[in-house]
């Protein structure tokens, strides 16, 4: 049957069971890894490694209630269409996701002032960093507006480069260990003195920063209508990911304390190049930093690619008017939501640097994820027809718990962190507003 005139045409899905794992590695790797390291060793001192270990416990806990909802759900939109299921309160599924989409945007443009710091000045330090960090995300909204398969094959060929450059990191930590190089009694510092209040709040503020080298997995469920067979994909495409991934960052921070001191590490918006430098190792920094730049293209590319998609499941679910579900329809690719992102994502970029846009990034997906995990347990009640994977029901609770600590003020961060947030959220709620008397407008006429 021929399609109406005013019907939009549905989502290609191109996405197989390998390049969904790819994307889901290719999305959590990156940015945070590479860039936010240097913060989180300033904030936890030579135990570097431990704010890791905790993120990757409670991404693996937040991770099985996604790969419950998904297997229920397949559809885009993620936590919003969680949320307005379990609750059915309008008003909550739109601060939702409209959290989960500024959460992606400020990723974005934490990778973009990634992109613009240490990394790129190992080349040339003439063009002011804003420029660059802009002209960067105005090129991947192009690549993202020319399809979803030549996105995710970017992706692909970026993954493979990031993943070298961390396996680089590793081989130059076992180098050391093998000649003796490093110290090891760094791994047992802390930077917190005195009271033991005073250690947990600065491994817990350590651990929520840290926590953004693990988000990204969340994105993967907004590709839902773009994978073949999504009930039995993304289970297994989501735990390796975040499998993978949390095993090399703790090797990498293991690595990283090791050979440099926590207080180089934190000066430095290119960390891992410090360590590259101090590894012992004759390995080109210009060829590590050039590495280092495709890893945040790859972050700020997934998370553009994110957001607009939110939009598009949106617009379809009536949460935001219809016109932000146009597809260029000799493309497929969500025209509204691509042009709409990236303008936010501008604004972001002017608003701070790599920490302060990292650390919002975590607190806006922490306060998600919190919610995540409890529609879980609310959504047991609904049954649906086809079979799909059921997390214990522990893991849901132990996430919400945990999720809700690190986004509690006693992860210590600064207060930019909540101003920004804030002000994201009244943003979301100006919308929201617009967006109903819209609706009672048209069902009036």
Not at 152 to 179: F, H, Q, R, Y
Not at 185 to 201: H, P, V
Not at 248 to 258: D, F, G, I, P, Q
Not at 277 to 290: T, Y
Request: hydrophobic share 55%; proline share 4%.
């Amino acid at each position: 049957m021929a399609m109406a005139a005013t019907e939009q045409p549905a989502l290609k899905r191109a996405i197989g069971p390998k390049l969904l794992i790819l994307f889901v590695i290719g999305d959590i790797l990156g940015t945070g890894i590479y860039a936010t390291t240097g913060k989180v060793a300033g904030k936890v001192g030579g135990a570097l490694w431990l704010p890791f270990v905790i993120g990757f416990v409670v991404a693996l806990l937040t991770a099985a209630s996604y790969v419950e909802l998904v297997g229920k759900y397949p559809k885009a939109a993620g936590a919003a269409l969680y949320t307005q299921k379990a609750f059915k309160v309008p008003f909550l599924t739109f601060i939702v996701a409209f959290m989960v989409m500024c959460s992606g945007l400020s990723s974005a443009s934490a990778a973009a002032r990634a992109f613009s710091g240490d990394y790129f000045r190992e080349f040339t330090d003439a063009i002011p960093s804003t420029l660059i960090a802009i002209t960067f995300v105005v090129a991947l909204a192009a690549l993202a507006l020319r399809g979803v398969s030549e996105s995710v094959k970017t992706n692909v060929v970026l993954t493979v480069v990031e993943l070298t450059g961390l396996l680089i990191i590793l081989s130059i930590g076992a180098w050391a260990v093998l000649t003796g190089e490093g110290e090891p009694s760094r791994l047992g510092e802390f930077e917190a003195s005195g009271s033991g209040y005073a250690l947990m709040t600065s491994v817990l503020g350590a651990t929520a920063l840290g926590f953004f080298a693990f988000v990204g997995f969340e994105d993967s469920v907004n590709m839902a209508e773009e994978t073949q067979d999504p009930v039995r994909t993304f289970p297994r495409a989501i735990f390796t990911g975040v499998a993978v991934t949390g095993t090399v960052y703790v090797l990498v921070a293991l690595a990283s304390s090791l050979l440099v001191d926590h207080r180089t590490l934190e000066k430095s918006s290119g960390p891992l190049l410090e360590v590259v430098k101090a590894g012992g190792v004759d390995f080109p920094p210009k060829l590590f930093a050039l590495i280092a730049l495709f890893a945040v293209t790859n972050s700020a590319l997934i998370n553009i690619m994110m957001a607009s998609r939110l939009c598009y499941g949106l617009a379809n679910e009536r949460v935001l008017p219809r016109v932000m579900g146009k597809v260029l329809k000799n493309r497929r690719t969500p025209l509204t939501g691509i042009v709409f992102v990236t303008l936010l994502t501008i604004g972001l970029v002017c608003t701070g640097e790599i920490e302060g846009l990292g650390d919002t990034t975590a607190f806006l997906l922490l306060c998600v994820f919190a919610v995540v995990n409890i529609t879980v347990l609310v959504l047991r009640k609904d049954r649906v027809e086809h079979a799909h994977f059921r997390t214990p029901t522990a893991l849901p609770v132990l996430g919400a718990i945990t999720a809700l600590i690190l986004a509690s003020p006693l992860a210590d961060r600064s207060a930019d962190v909540y101003v920004r947030a804030g002000v994201l959220l009244v943003i979301g709620i100006g919308l929201w507003i617009v967006n109903k008397i819209v609706l009672r407008a048209r069902h009036e006429d």
